[in-house]
């Protein structure tokens, strides 16, 4: 199916890695050109190589970090001709109300949910006059309210109600605004956490896997699975979907 993205340009946070890597990929090979955001320069280097290895569309790197609103403002004051954004920098850490003291919660909610209202409140002017598309790439931890990882339970939840509650306005400016609430993905952070646990308790990080045997399928979700999925609701294939949240966690409830 084509998608019928050739022609636009697509900035993606947190564009160096994971979800954001994909989705930039995702992007390309339906013709998109694309404008990658990250902290990490080199990361930034090696993902747009990546990228223009895989399809012949413009690739830009711009790196900021997104929790510090005068960078959100250079990013968006470089983004030109950009008709949809993907929101997708930050992690917020797992702990219960106990464990997460004020700093890191504030510095959690900077990036991630700071990061990506302050970035669609920057981009908005211009995604509107192209009849633009926010993509908020979020979390299932949102949905479920997990103590166990109560900041991101709750900076999710605030994003969700800031998807719909902006999908609504979108509709009166010619735009989209929507959201993928990814479950268990097999992202390098994810793998990385998990290798450590397995080195922790069992002397082996190799047995890492055993963590996803009991998830849906026997795995967590691949990056691309959330990729497509993103393409998808970005595109005028779906072009009468907005306010929604989509969530992709294979039943892992």
Do not use: C, H
């Amino acid at each position: 199916m084509d998608l019928q993205l050739k022609g636009k340009t697509v900035l993606i946070t947190g564009g160096s890695k994971g979800i954001g890597r994909a989705t930039a990929l995702a992007m390309a090979e339906e013709g998109a050109d694309v404008v990658l955001v990250a902290r990490n320069a080199e990361a930034l280097a090696a993902a747009a190589d990546m990228v223009r290895g895989r399809a012949e569309v413009s690739v830009q790197t711009i790196a900021a970090d997104l929790s510090q609103q005068a960078e959100v403002e250079r990013v968006a004051a470089a983004a030109e001709g950009i008709d949809i954004l993907v929101n997708n920098a930050g992690a917020i850490p797992a702990g219960a109300l106990d464990d997460i003291d004020n700093a890191r919660w504030r510095a959690a909610w900077d990036l991630k949910v700071f990061g990506f209202i302050g970035l669609s409140r920057a981009l908005y002017a211009k995604l509107k006059a192209r009849r633009g598309v926010i993509v908020n790439i979020i979390g299932a931890g949102g949905e479920r309210f997990d103590p166990g990882y109560i900041a991101g339970a709750a900076g999710n939840a605030a994003l969700m109600a800031f998807t719909r509650a902006l999908g609504k306005q979108a509709v009166r400016d010619g735009m989209r605004v929507v959201a993928i609430n990814p479950g268990p993905v097999e992202t390098d952070r994810m793998t990385t956490q998990l290798k450590f646990r397995a080195n922790k308790e069992f002397g082996d990080e190799s047995r890492w896997r055993e963590y996803v045997g009991g998830m849906s399928y026997g795995r967590a979700a691949s990056p691309e699975e959330i990729a497509w999925a993103a393409a998808f609701l970005s595109s005028p294939r779906s072009g009468y979907t907005t306010g929604t949240v989509l969530t992709i966690d294979g039943a892992n409830r």
